[in-house]
């Protein structure tokens, strides 16, 4: 969880940084918008796992469920505003909220390589 967490911050600050060069205004805040909204979305998931499964204060599931749908209708509203104010561009919307998803799949071949170099020694 560590890799994939620190990705997504270094992912978001490059976009952030790249973006505003590659894209017009109103897409590069959509990508900073949308890859904020994901990221802390995901680190408080996060946090919200990693203490709610502790042997020692295990939480109820329909807690852990709750939580994870509180977050979930926070992030669609301030998405529903952000588009509906026309303040971002959906796309850039939607490519910044495909950050963890890169960043998932960065680690996965980064253990696919260490699992394929492993066994070719």
């Known amino acids: 969880m560590g890799f994939v967490t620190r990705a997504n911050w270094v992912i978001l600050a490059l976009a952030a940084v790249l973006g505003p060069i590659i894209f017009s205004a109103d897409v590069a805040l959509g990508v900073t918008c949308g890859g904020l909204i994901v990221t802390i979305n995901f680190h408080l998931l996060s946090r919200t796992l990693e203490k709610g499964l502790r042997p020692t204060h295990l939480s ?5 469920l709750a939580k994870y749908y509180v977050r979930f209708l926070i992030s669609a509203v301030i998405i529903f505003f952000l588009i509906s104010k026309h303040l ?3 796309l850039g919307l939607i490519l910044g909220l495909s950050v963890v998803v890169v960043s998932v799949t960065l680690a996965t071949v980064c253990e696919l390589m260490k699992l394929i170099f492993r066994e070719a020694v």
């Open 88 to 90: 971002v561009d959906p």
């Open 60 to 64: 109820s599931g329909n807690v852990i």
